[in-house]
């Protein structure tokens, strides 16, 4: 165990959920849209669906907050290789209190937010003339998500300021990846070339056939990450600036 290794678990974690969650999101959509004369969701399920997508919102974040400390981890171990004080860096201890800290503050950032929402009772539900099998005067209680008096005080501002924060979160990392990159691959070719000078066992060269995965990993990563949530970023910012006109919002 190494601090690489449970940093990839943690962001195994997140991008689990976000996937499933994806899956339920969609297949929930698709039920509902299927039969019109299926009742609409019970309270719980639609408090379990707002609470879902919350939490898909906090890891979502937290995968790509892990994603640049693997990096950065990563460039710190092989920069300071030789350094006994960043030995500390490949510890599992490490990563698992770095990573404690980043989802206290991506859990802040949620609670924030998904907190001035609450699920309202709206116009009862009543099936359509055309659905049978009903008794006469059947109705079913339905629910939306609707943000709290407080928040809607200054409603503008307040989703313009989360929406600039969050928008900011998943800018920042997309344009670390890369200069995290850069540093790794140059710090990379240094501990190649000293290895060249120096005398290399077998054990040796297979430990560094595992830090050369790992590197490519971060690469790989790079690569991907900012396809995905660079844009995504971008989109979050100007949305909290451009509030006219309603056609670009």
Known sequence: MNSINVIMIGIAICDLFNM??????????????????RPP??????????????????????????????ALTRCLIIKNALNPKFE???????????MFIAFVLS?????????????????????PLDCTGFPPGYTVPRYKSSMDDAWLLKPMLSLQIF?????LIKIIPTLMFPIL???????LKKAAASRRNASVGSEKHEENSKSH??????????????????PLGIIYVVQGFVTQPPGIV
Request: net charge neutral; charged share 15%.
């Open 20 to 37: 499933s969650f994806n899956v339920y999101d969609t297949t929930i959509v698709l039920l509902e849209s299927a039969d019109k004369c």
């Open 181 to 187: 990159t850069i540093i790794l691959v140059r710090e």
């Open 88 to 98: 500390f860096f490949s510890k599992p201890l490490y990563a698992l209190l770095s």
């Open 107 to 127: 859990t802040i950032l949620t609670i924030l937010f998904w907190s001035r929402y609450e699920l309202v009772e709206v116009k009862a539900w009543t099936p």
């Open 213 to 230: 995965q790992a590197t490519k990993l971060v690469i790989l990563m790079t690569i991907t990450y900012m396809a995905a949530e660079g």
């Open 163 to 167: 929406s600039v924060i969050d928008g």
């Open 41 to 70: 969701a019970s309270y719980a399920t639609k408090l379990f669906g707002f609470w879902s997508s919350a939490f898909e919102d906090h890891t979502r974040r937290l995968s790509s907050l892990f994603g640049v400390m693997m």
